[in-house]
Nanobody, 122 residues
Framework: QVQLVESGGGLVQTGDSLRLSCAAS????????MGWFRQAPGKEREFVAS????????YYADSVKGRFTISRDNAKITVYLQMNSLKPEDTAIYYC???????????????WGQGTQVTVSS
Protein backbone atom coordinates (compact mmCIF):
# COMPACT_ATOMS: atom_id res chain seq x y z
CA GLN A 1 0.00 0.00 0.00
CA VAL A 2 1.00 3.57 -0.71
CA GLN A 3 -0.60 6.41 1.18
CA LEU A 4 -0.71 9.82 -0.48
CA VAL A 5 -1.55 13.15 1.15
CA GLU A 6 -1.87 16.31 -0.90
CA SER A 7 -1.41 19.86 0.37
CA GLY A 8 -0.94 23.37 -0.97
CA GLY A 9 -4.32 24.06 -2.51
CA GLY A 10 -6.13 27.34 -2.02
CA LEU A 11 -7.84 30.34 -3.52
CA VAL A 12 -5.78 32.44 -5.94
CA GLN A 13 -6.39 34.96 -8.69
CA THR A 14 -5.92 34.59 -12.42
CA GLY A 15 -2.24 34.68 -13.29
CA ASP A 16 -1.06 33.64 -9.85
CA SER A 17 1.10 30.64 -9.01
CA LEU A 18 0.58 27.79 -6.60
CA ARG A 19 2.63 24.73 -5.67
CA LEU A 20 0.96 21.50 -4.66
CA SER A 21 2.76 18.85 -2.66
CA CYS A 22 2.04 15.17 -2.26
CA ALA A 23 3.67 13.32 0.60
CA ALA A 24 3.87 9.56 0.24
CA SER A 25 4.30 6.79 2.76
CA UNK A 26 4.17 3.05 2.68
CA UNK A 27 6.06 1.12 0.05
CA UNK A 28 9.25 2.37 -1.50
CA UNK A 29 8.34 5.69 -3.05
CA UNK A 30 11.18 5.66 -5.54
CA UNK A 31 9.74 2.55 -7.19
CA UNK A 32 6.59 4.38 -8.29
CA UNK A 33 5.71 6.67 -11.11
CA MET A 34 3.65 9.58 -9.82
CA GLY A 35 0.93 11.67 -11.34
CA TRP A 36 -1.51 14.49 -10.81
CA PHE A 37 -5.13 14.49 -11.89
CA ARG A 38 -7.91 17.01 -11.41
CA GLN A 39 -11.68 17.04 -11.34
CA ALA A 40 -13.71 20.17 -11.92
CA PRO A 41 -17.35 20.43 -10.79
CA GLY A 42 -19.61 18.46 -13.07
CA LYS A 43 -16.71 17.03 -15.07
CA GLU A 44 -14.83 13.77 -15.13
CA ARG A 45 -11.45 13.42 -13.51
CA GLU A 46 -8.68 14.20 -16.00
CA PHE A 47 -4.96 13.58 -16.23
CA VAL A 48 -2.71 16.59 -15.61
CA ALA A 49 0.91 15.45 -15.37
CA SER A 50 3.11 12.48 -14.55
CA UNK A 51 6.73 11.73 -13.74
CA UNK A 52 8.73 8.50 -13.86
CA UNK A 53 10.26 6.92 -10.78
CA UNK A 54 13.65 8.47 -11.53
CA UNK A 55 12.24 11.86 -12.45
CA UNK A 56 13.90 11.57 -15.81
CA UNK A 57 10.72 11.79 -17.87
CA UNK A 58 7.63 13.91 -17.49
CA TYR A 59 4.35 14.05 -19.39
CA TYR A 60 1.69 16.77 -19.45
CA ALA A 61 -1.82 17.30 -20.63
CA ASP A 62 -1.96 19.83 -23.47
CA SER A 63 -4.09 22.16 -21.34
CA VAL A 64 -1.28 22.68 -18.81
CA LYS A 65 1.82 22.26 -20.94
CA GLY A 66 4.17 25.21 -20.49
CA ARG A 67 2.41 26.38 -17.32
CA PHE A 68 2.66 23.43 -14.92
CA THR A 69 5.77 21.54 -13.85
CA ILE A 70 5.83 18.21 -12.06
CA SER A 71 8.87 17.21 -10.02
CA ARG A 72 9.79 14.80 -7.27
CA ASP A 73 12.21 14.54 -4.39
CA ASN A 74 12.71 10.88 -3.57
CA ALA A 75 14.72 11.75 -0.47
CA LYS A 76 11.74 13.70 0.89
CA ILE A 77 9.25 11.17 -0.50
CA THR A 78 7.31 13.99 -2.08
CA VAL A 79 6.06 14.94 -5.51
CA TYR A 80 5.24 18.50 -6.48
CA LEU A 81 3.11 20.30 -9.02
CA GLN A 82 4.18 23.87 -9.68
CA MET A 83 1.31 25.72 -11.32
CA ASN A 84 1.98 29.08 -12.96
CA SER A 85 -0.22 31.46 -14.92
CA LEU A 86 -3.32 29.95 -13.39
CA LYS A 87 -6.66 30.36 -15.13
CA PRO A 88 -10.22 30.03 -13.85
CA GLU A 89 -10.54 26.82 -15.86
CA ASP A 90 -7.82 25.31 -13.68
CA THR A 91 -10.27 25.35 -10.78
CA ALA A 92 -10.68 21.77 -9.59
CA ILE A 93 -9.85 19.25 -6.92
CA TYR A 94 -6.33 18.06 -7.59
CA TYR A 95 -5.42 14.47 -6.82
CA CYS A 96 -2.04 12.85 -6.44
CA UNK A 97 -1.66 9.31 -7.80
CA UNK A 98 0.91 6.54 -7.89
CA UNK A 99 1.54 3.47 -10.02
CA UNK A 100 4.31 0.98 -10.58
CA UNK A 101 3.83 1.67 -14.30
CA UNK A 102 4.82 4.95 -15.94
CA UNK A 103 2.12 4.29 -18.54
CA UNK A 104 -0.73 3.29 -16.28
CA UNK A 105 -0.08 6.23 -13.94
CA UNK A 106 -1.60 8.43 -16.66
CA UNK A 107 -4.87 6.52 -16.82
CA UNK A 108 -5.45 3.95 -14.08
CA UNK A 109 -3.10 4.54 -11.17
CA UNK A 110 -3.26 2.08 -8.32
CA UNK A 111 -3.20 4.63 -5.51
CA TRP A 112 -4.93 7.95 -4.97
CA GLY A 113 -4.77 10.76 -2.49
CA GLN A 114 -7.80 12.49 -1.04
CA GLY A 115 -7.38 15.63 -3.10
CA THR A 116 -6.80 19.31 -2.50
CA GLN A 117 -9.01 22.14 -3.76
CA VAL A 118 -7.61 24.76 -6.09
CA THR A 119 -9.82 27.72 -6.93
CA VAL A 120 -8.78 30.39 -9.39
CA SER A 121 -10.87 33.55 -9.38
CA SER A 122 -11.18 35.81 -12.42
Amino acid sequence: QVQLVESGGGLVQTGDSLRLSCAASGRTFSNYAMGWFRQAPGKEREFVASITWSGGSTYYADSVKGRFTISRDNAKITVYLQMNSLKPEDTAIYYCAASSSAIRVRSTPAYWGQGTQVTVSS
